[in-house]
């Protein structure tokens, strides 16, 4: 049966092209697999796959993703004893979970408050057993987001299908808000560049923190990076892992 298709999905024509340039892209899967709890596990957002399949061999799990073609990607590499769905991490009801990943800024491109709280509100409801939901986001970075824009450069380039592709960046930066936009090209043999615009909000720890705590969930660690080191200044990411309260 065809996959709905979703007009703003910024991965419609690039599916194929992000699963090439990130499939190795794996410091983080190491950590979510020493931190696993038991019971079932939900990736919300979770594009072509990686991180399902790099916890696949350790329990029952299901991606899930609001774009069709990521899906229809993640479904075509398997492996087949993982759930691929179809939907929004704003409205989505599948069951209980033991534990919930929302890897790679996938939360980051919630457009708003709301969106996030209904996300949060679902996790919560999944949640129902008390296990974590860990969020993976980068980390902003004051230097950068003090200039307004960087021109289009060459982000990425490699073999997708058997064609060179080359991605390149463009960034529109909205510090007050903490919000990005990001335009990627991409130059597939000579053609006219296919264009991938996201928009993604840039969390500080604390707004991570009380969001959190305004939406049902205590912040029970935090990290820095992929490996367990602390936030920090200068830190990339911001990783929580936070459970139901009470
Ligand atoms: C940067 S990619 C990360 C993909 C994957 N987690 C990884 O680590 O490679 C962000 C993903 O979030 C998905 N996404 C964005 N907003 C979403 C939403 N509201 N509901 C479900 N998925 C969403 C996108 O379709 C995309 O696949």
């Known amino acids: 049966m065809p996959l709905p298709v979703s007009p703003h999905d910024p991965y419609r024509s690039i599916a194929a092209a992000y699963d090439a340039e990130f499939d190795g892209a794996n410091a983080d899967t190491a950590g979510y697999a020493s931190r696993?709890?038991?019971?079932?596990?939900?990736?919300?957002?979770?594009g072509t796959g990686r991180v399902c399949r790099g916890l696949a061999s350790t329990r029952q799990v299901t991606g899930l993703d609001r774009s069709p073609a990521m899906i229809e990607g993640a479904r075509r590499r398997g492996p087949d004893d993982v759930r691929w769905v179809v939907a929004a991490?704003?409205?989505?009801?599948?069951?209980?979970?033991?534990?919930i990943i929302i890897p790679n800024a996938s939360f980051a491109f919630l457009p708003d408050r709301?969106?996030?709280?209904?996300c949060l509100a679902r996790c919560l409801q999944a949640?129902?057993?008390?296990?974590?939901?860990?969020?993976?986001?980068p980390a902003p970075d004051a230097r950068l987001l003090a200039e307004a824009h960087t021109p289009e450069k060459i982000a990425w380039e490699g073999q997708v299908d058997g064609a060179t592709v080359r991605r390149t960046r463009e960034v529109f930066r909205f510090p007050l808000r903490g919000n990005l936009r990001l335009v990627d090209r991409y130059y597939i043999d000579g053609a006219p560049p296919i264009e991938s615009v996201l928009a993604l909000h840039l969390f500080v720890p604390d707004e991570l923190e009380w969001m959190l705590e305004a939406n049902g969930f205590y912040v029970e660690q935090a990290w820095g990076d992929h490996v367990g080191g602390p936030v920090r200044e200068g830190c990339d990411r911001l990783l929580v892992r936070a459970v139901p309260v009470g």
């Open 36 to 46: 696993a709890v038991a019971g079932s596990l939900l990736v919300l957002g979770c």
């Open 89 to 99: 991490m704003t409205d989505f009801d599948l069951g209980p979970f033991g534990e």
């Open 114 to 118: 709301r969106a996030r709280a209904a």
């Open 127 to 137: 949640l129902s057993g008390g296990g974590p939901v860990t969020i993976d986001l």
